[in-house]
């Protein structure tokens, strides 16, 4: 079965430092990988894509990288801001099929 | 949302009576995806669509059918409310062309309560 997992479930951290957010999957026959940004009480808003023949995709503070081989994605958001929390999933759709599998999200908080 | 609309966005019913929500985009999307968040088990596919009367099932579609007559429009519908589909219900559509290729773009969501 494909799995999607992230790692920790949960995180706080001080204004101004760095994110790392993780994501790993058991299929190295990924198709694409996506980020999202979900609020308390809100849909999810897409942050980056990363197509299977890429190896990072950048936007604004946020950079994310996708290693096949080893199974992993990880999101890092330069200089965290309190506006920064929120739920962070990643999905992978691991066929052209277009079925995405997600993982259960972390739960980021940044203190002032 | 990017021209994704859920109705309704809040229901409460009794177990036992029918359920449609409904999902409309206004951007011609080939695919379209119903999925429900529940805390514990993250977002999880009913079903989905990959074109007009083309529909597939999800990893948890049991209690669940759906329905795309028109390129905009897909319907869940839930044909006997039970408890256990008290949820938060998502539709997504994916990009097609351009920077938007492949992107899931979500709805605000469908909140529903079966007493």
């Known amino acids: 079965k494909q799995e999607v997992t992230q790692i920790p479930a949960a995180l706080s951290v001080p204004e101004g430092e760095n994110l790392v957010l993780n994501c790993s999957f058991t299929?190295?026959?990924?198709?694409?990988l996506q980020w999202f940004r979900q609020d308390p009480g809100k849909g999810l808003t897409s942050l980056l894509l990363?197509?299977?023949?890429?190896r990072e995709q950048t936007s604004g503070r946020l950079n994310a990288s996708l290693d096949k081989s080893s199974g992993r994605s990880t999101l890092y958001i330069a200089a965290s801001q309190p506006g920064d929390s929120a739920t962070y999933l990643c999905a992978a759709e691991f066929s052209s099929w277009g079925k995405f599998q997600f993982g259960a999200g972390t739960q980021v908080v940044v203190t002032p | 949302d990017a021209g994704i609309t859920q109705s309704p966005r809040h229901k409460v019913t009794e177990t036992g009576t029918p359920v449609t929500l409904r999902c409309h985009q206004t951007?011609?999307?080939?695919?379209m995806y119903w999925y429900r968040q529940d805390p514990g088990h993250g977002l999880r596919l009913i079903h989905y669509s990959y074109g007009v009367k083309d529909t597939d099932k999800g990893e948890v579609s049991d209690g669940y059918s759906v329905s795309r007559s028109k390129t905009e429009d897909f319907l869940l519908t839930l044909e006997s409310a039970t408890s256990s589909q008290t949820s938060v219900y998502f539709c997504a559509i994916r990009g097609t062309g351009g920077a938007g290729a492949n992107v899931l773009t979500f709805g605000a969501g469908s909140r529903l309560t079966v007493l």
């Open positions: 990363i197509q299977s023949s890429q």
């Open positions: 951007e011609n999307h080939r695919y």
């Open positions: 299929d190295s026959a990924i198709y694409n």
